[in-house]
């Protein structure tokens, strides 16, 4: 009864506004599709004062809009203000809307963060606790059809507190994410800033058909793993025009860890990144990563451009990877590939699972102010091969080390690389090859929506 009768309501307010209501005004925006029922948070008793928490405010809104997605779906408009809460679920066929005015803070409780399993590709929680996560602020799963966008308003995970308890050893259970999405179809996160996030920030994980764009990423550098986006088991993605600023991975693209990852067997592969930041693929890679395009990079003092992390007892593979037009500054590796990346799930994993790095290609590349080259480290029983390096101009700065290609069990070629490459990548006329033809996801064309 009580559904109903909330249901009433949302009617009468998707169809007008009850007086004395002040309606943002209609914002203009683009989306995967476009909805025809909207809400206000504040139609559900959500306060905008940075102090009142509005969990069961989001929880209710999402519950009681669900009942539109079969039809034309709902969005709930966020509307100017400070709005605490804990982690609440999102909903199918349903836009989540930020004003660029409006800020979602994540609560400085604990208990507002409920604790959830681990991934079943991960085992543990995904920074080595061996106890259970808290759940992401923003989170759903097994849904179709979802959108967190505004016009640049900001999701804030207020994270200091996680952060000093993580450095101290408080914590029993893995720090949040900011937005957690998994076994979904069509996800478009764009046009939000995210800050101060516990840990990861935003997180798609068995996903398919995802677009993230236009997003800011501010993550204090000197906090572990506060990664940026981290496409994990999916799909068909394309991450384009992001700005991240993070002490860890900017773009981290996983697919599970050892023997979990090798049993849930879901690759991330048909993955464009354009226009964004620097990229690590792994060390969570043992479900397989493939088809991976990287173009227009632009990166100011990182730790490497492109880096690759693996380890014996990871099998999986990483291959099919390609990355042209790079522009860097401050780089203390340009190139980077691990074979020895130490941390594992737990001891369970098989030493026996060697992992695969094949048909690496780079091009176009140029960076100022180089300390290391390359560091390229293979495996001994399983060789790093097909690295192709082509057109690439490294100024080095004044820390530059003396050997600047260290190279070890891989092989590829290089052409018109400047320093000289090691000679394991002897020269070989010719660019690097870059795909020509399109990913599935590009065919996908935002609508124009609105959140009138």
């Not at 507002?112 to 681990?118: E, F, I, S």
């Amino acid at each position: 009864m009580v559904l109903q009768i909330l249901g009433v309501v949302i009617i009468l307010l998707v169809s007008a506004s009850p007086a004395g209501r002040a309606d943002p005004a209609p914002v203009q925006y683009s989306a995967i599709n476009c909805r025809k029922h909207t809400a206000v948070l504040t139609d559900f008793g959500a306060v905008g004062d940075g102090k009142t928490l509005n969990t069961k405010a989001f929880e209710t809104a999402v519950a009681n809009l669900s009942q539109f997605a079969a039809d034309g779906g709902a969005q709930l408009i966020v509307p100017a203000g400070k709005w605490l809460t804990g982690s609440f679920n999102l909903t199918s066929h349903f836009t989540l809307f930020l004003h660029k005015d409006a800020v979602i803070l994540g609560s400085q409780n604990m208990e507002d963060w409920p604790l959830v399993a681990p991934l079943p590709s991960f085992g543990t929680a995904a920074d080595g606790s061996t106890g259970a996560r808290h759940a992401s602020l923003l989170f759903g799963a097994n849904l179709t059809d979802v959108v967190i966008t505004g016009n640049n308003g900001t999701i804030d995970g207020q994270g200091a507190n996680w952060w000093d308890d993580f450095k101290n050893k408080k914590l029993k259970d893995a720090r949040p994410f900011l937005v957690e999405i998994q076994s979904t179809d069509q996800l478009q996160i764009s046009n939000v800033t995210f800050t101060n996030s516990p840990m990861w920030n935003v997180h798609p994980v068995y996903c398919s058909n995802v677009v993230i764009q236009g997003v800011t990423i501010l993550a204090p550098v000197e906090v572990p793993n506060t990664d940026g986006i981290n496409p994990d088991s999916c799909t068909n993605i394309r991450i384009e025009d992001c700005y991240i600023a993070s002490g860890d991975d900017c773009i981290a693209v996983k697919s599970g860890i050892d023997q979990y990852g090798i049993k849930v067997g879901k690759p991330t592969k048909q993955l464009a990144i354009r226009r964004s930041a620097v990229v690590a693929l792994g060390s969570e890679m043992s479900g397989g990563i493939q088809d991976v395009r990287i173009e227009d990079v632009t990166a100011i003092n990182c730790q490497s451009g492109i880096r690759i992390k693996t380890a014996v007892g990871r099998g999986g593979y990483v291959k099919d990877i390609f990355a042209r037009r790079m522009t860097m500054s401050g780089m203390e590796k340009v190139f980077w590939m691990s074979g020895a990346y130490k941390s594992h799930a737990d001891g369970g994993f098989d030493p026996n699972a060697l992992p695969v790095v094949h048909n690496i290609s780079y091009r176009d590349v140029v960076a100022q102010n180089v300390t290391v080259s390359a560091v390229l480290d293979g495996l001994e029983k399983s060789h790093f091969t097909g690295i192709c390096i082509s057109n690439v101009t490294l100024n080095l700065g004044p820390a530059a080390r003396e050997l600047q290609w260290n190279c070890t069990n891989v092989a590829g070629t290089t052409s018109r690389v400047t320093p000289k490459p090691c000679d394991e990548l002897p020269e070989k006329a010719g660019d690097c090859p870059f795909p020509e033809d399109k990913l599935p996801i590009d065919d996908v064309v935002l609508k124009s929506c609105s959140t009138a």
